[in-house]
């Protein structure tokens, strides 16, 4: 089934121990890249780095292709391909999931300690 509006991505890597900097650097150029092939909404990505307890680092990004045609293209996008090979390289893994806002509890009634 085709979306006809955005698709919101969560993008999660793992980069490999020794090449974090080198993989932030080509995460810089991810959302850059997609959108200026006209993948993408107009809504900016948004990242995050993470670090497990025992050191792990993972890096998060949110973004909006533009829609499901836009996935497929980028598949075949030599511009893209430049960034996502780099990337696949640099990462142990890479996970993506489509996602869409669920609602949550607006915090008005009482906490428990945890």
Request: aromatic share 10%; net charge positive.
């Amino acid at each position: 089934m085709r979306s006809s509006g955005p698709i919101e991505v969560l993008c999660v890597y793992r980069p490999r121990k020794g090449n974090e900097a080198a993989f932030l650097k080509v995460l810089h150029r991810h959302w850059a890249t997609l959108h200026a092939k006209g993948l993408t909404s107009r809504k900016r990505a948004k990242a995050w780095r993470g670090q497990s307890k025992k050191g792990a680092v993972v890096y998060f990004e949110i973004f909006e292709w533009k829609n499901a045609d836009a996935v497929a293209s980028a598949h075949q996008s030599p511009e893209v391909l430049a960034v996502w090979e780099p990337m696949e390289r640099l990462t142990e893994s890479m996970e993506f999931f489509n996602s869409v806002p669920v609602p949550i509890a607006s915090g008005t009634g009482s906490r428990k300690s945890r």
